[in-house]
């Protein structure tokens, strides 16, 4: 199973991981979108205890044809990183990732899987070690690339991208917020087992599947909280972005097979976002807000958001897991095992579906939609979307 990689974590204390490798400090696996991490001996930098669980900054693992000097190497890339930590609003649950420097100014470049999902975004950039409120600029969900932009920063250090041809066998450096730890960021070594693969990477629960392609593929241990980092050269240049792994049972990170969005490809969706061109894949801003966890109809199964299982009564569309209090969707009075049949017209048979057509929503956007309630009864409803993530 290859999954996305987010550290997620429950204020009480119950975390787990977001697509692309997750780490689980408690019982109750929540679906949620990716984000990478990468866990290691417990705590944190600065003496106290990370709320998403296992992990340690400025550790440091090897893989088959990793070079020997891998934390000279990750140095190199350490300033032009960022640690990435959202709030996610349901049952107080907190996520974290990590994101590149890509303008002095502020502006990062991260999966959308690490953003997805968030009501407040949150970075700390390693290179001055301050903190500073980001915003959506856009993202692509398709490719699985975001930009955030830093509120009032300045000078702060980039990434290098290389403008090199990657090969297989070329030692490599994984570089990220390991745990959701913060502090010093881990290293991963490794080497470049093959180029242009194809995946599709889903959440621990097996939900919120993306199909990947072009991807490198690595052997290094790459974890969850590392998803939006780093692959970097033996001169600390960056080739790719950190985006998902391989998990056996239990959702155990495997060392063997890790996946990284050549940096090239990411550059230029983020060029696309810079410049405010939406097209059918690329969404410009915040997406409208609805407020509602969601799975598919009949799977039994965690689904498209924080709050796990639907009721799984119907046989097609998006079963109501629960509605985010004072958000549209409760508003309009939609309660869990409710389940949405159609927005603005098209039908809506998977949760999935849901959010693809939320996608080209603004916050401000009226949307009619429709569901049908436990007892069978029909409702239409047009409800405003605020500012927020995704269903």
């Known amino acids: 199973m290859v999954t996305l990689l987010v550290v997620v974590a429950v204020l009480a204390g119950a975390g787990i991981g977001h697509e692309a490798w997750p780490v689980r400090t408690g019982s109750s696996p929540r679906a949620a979108a990716p984000a990478f991490n990468a866990p290691g001996n417990s705590g944190s930098s600065g003496g106290e205890s990370s709320p998403f669980g296992s992990g340690s900054s400025g550790n440091s693992s090897t893989g088959a044809g990793a070079p020997s000097n891998i934390s000279s190497i990750a140095a190199k890339a350490d300033p032009g990183l ?12 907190q996520a974290a990732g990590t994101g590149m420097v890509i303008s002095s100014s502020g502006l990062v470049l991260t999966n959308n899987h690490v953003i997805e999902g968030a009501t407040t975004i949150s970075v700390t950039d390693v290179g001055n070690g301050k903190s500073y409120s980001a915003t959506v600029v856009g993202y692509d969900r398709t490719g699985d690339v975001a930009v955030v932009k830093l509120a009032n920063a300045s000078g702060l250090q980039t990434i290098t991208p290389s403008t090199g041809t990657a090969a297989v066998g070329q030692a490599v450096v994984g570089v990220g917020n390991a745990g959701g730890t913060g502090g010093t960021p881990s290293a991963a070594g490794g080497a470049i087992t093959a180029l242009d693969q194809s995946i599709t990477a889903s959440d621990n629960g097996g939900g919120n599947a993306e199909n990947l392609t072009g991807l490198i593929e690595i052997n290094a241990a790459i974890q969850p909280g590392d998803s939006g980092g780093a692959l970097v050269n033996t001169a600390g240049q960056v080739i790719g972005m950190d985006t998902a792994a391989s998990t056996g049972s239990g959702y155990q990170v495997s060392a063997s097979q890790a996946y990284a969005i050549p940096i090239s490809t990411a550059l230029s969706i983020a060029k696309q976002i810079e410049a405010g061109k939406a097209s059918s894949t690329v969404h410009i801003g915040p997406t409208g807000f ?8 009949g799977s039994g199964a965690g689904g498209n958001g924080p709050f796990g299982s639907g009721s799984g009564n119907a046989t097609s569309g998006a079963v109501v897991a629960g509605t985010l209090s004072g958000s549209p969707a409760q508003q309009a009075g939609l309660a869990q095992g409710d389940v949405i049949t159609a927005l603005n017209g098209s039908a809506v048979n998977s949760a999935t579906d849901l959010s ?27 409800l405003k979307l605020t500012s927020g993530p995704p269903a």
Do not use: C
């Not at 693809?356 to 047009?382: E, K, M």
């Open 82 to 93: 960022v640690d990435i930590n959202t709030n996610l609003s349901y049952q107080n649950e």
């Open 290 to 297: 609805l407020g509602v966890s969601v799975s598919a109809a």
């Open 356 to 382: 693809n057509l939320l996608q080209s929503q603004h916050p401000g956007d009226t949307v009619q939609l429709q569901w049908t309630d436990a007892s069978g009864q029909s409702h239409t409803a047009s």
